[in-house]
C-alpha cells in the first residue's frame, strides 16, 4: 500500500479572453491580490479559435495567459475558481455579459489543469461545483494536447509558454525542496 502524503506545489495561471477594447489590468491586479505577482505573461493574441463568446462579448477578442508566483497545493483551484467567478461578475457589461472570461489553472511537472464549473466526460468533479480537466500533459520535454485540448491551448505557442511556465515551477520547488 502507498504512503499517503502532500501533493507537490503547482502555480497558478489564468487564461483570460477580453475584448480588444476592455483594460484589462484592473482584472491583473485584482488576480494578483490572491494569487500573488505575475511571473510570466504570454504574449496576446486574437482568439478566433471559435465564436462562443462574440454573442456575450463581442468581436474582436483576445487571449493571454498568466502566471503568478504564488506556489499553490492543487485543491486550491477550487476556490481561485470560485474567486474567478465572482471576478467575473464584477466586469459586467450593461446587458449583463462578461466583458472579461478567466480560466484559472494549475501548472504541475506532470500536467496543465484548467478548472471549470461544466462536466464533461472527461472532467472529474472536485468540489463545490468545480470540475477538473487534464488540459496538456508533460511529455519529450514539451507539453502535449490531448483529444478534447483547445485549439488555443494545442497551438505551439501556447504550449511552449507553458513549458516556460513549468521550468519556473521546476527551479522554484527545486530551490524550495518540494518535488
Known amino acids: 500500500m502507498g504512503a499517503v502524503k502532500s501533493p507537490p506545489y503547482v502555480l497558478p495561471i489564468t ?7 476592455f483594460d484589462i489590468i484592473p482584472v491583473i491586479k485584482r488576480l494578483e491580490k ?18 462562443y463568446y462574440n454573442k456575450e462579448m463581442g468581436q474582436t477578442l483576445l ?33 449583463g455579459g462578461r466583458r472579461v472570461n478567466i ?12 478548472a471549470s464549473t461544466k462536466n464533461y466526460s472527461h472532467r472529474i468533479y472536485l468540489n463545490k461545483g468545480i470540475f477538473a480537466e487534464v488540459t496538456l500533459i508533460y511529455q519529450d ?9 483547445y485549439p488555443d491551448y494545442q497551438a505551439e505557442g501556447s504550449r511552449k509558454f507553458f ?3 513549468r521550468e519556473i515551477l521546476k527551479e522554484r520547488t527545486l530551490r524550495s525542496g518540494d518535488v
Do not use: C
Open 63 to 95: 487571449r493571454q495567459w498568466y502566471v503568478f508566483e504564488k506556489l499553490i497545493r492543487p485543491d486550491e483551484i477550487v476556490e481561485i475558481k470560485l474567486k474567478t467567478n465572482e471576478l467575473e461578475k464584477e466586469y459586467l457589461n450593461e446587458t
Open 15 to 21: 487564461g483570460l479572453i477580453y475584448h480588444k477594447d
Open 34 to 51: 490572491f494569487l500573488g505577482e505575475e511571473v510570466l505573461v504570454s504574449p496576446v493574441i486574437n482568439f478566433n479559435h471559435t465564436k
Open 163 to 165: 513549458t516556460r511556465a
Open 141 to 149: 520535454g514539451m507539453f502535449q494536447p490531448l483529444k478534447w485540448t
Open 103 to 114: 480560466d484559472p489553472g494549475i501548472i504541475s511537472l506532470n500536467n496543465l489543469i484548467l
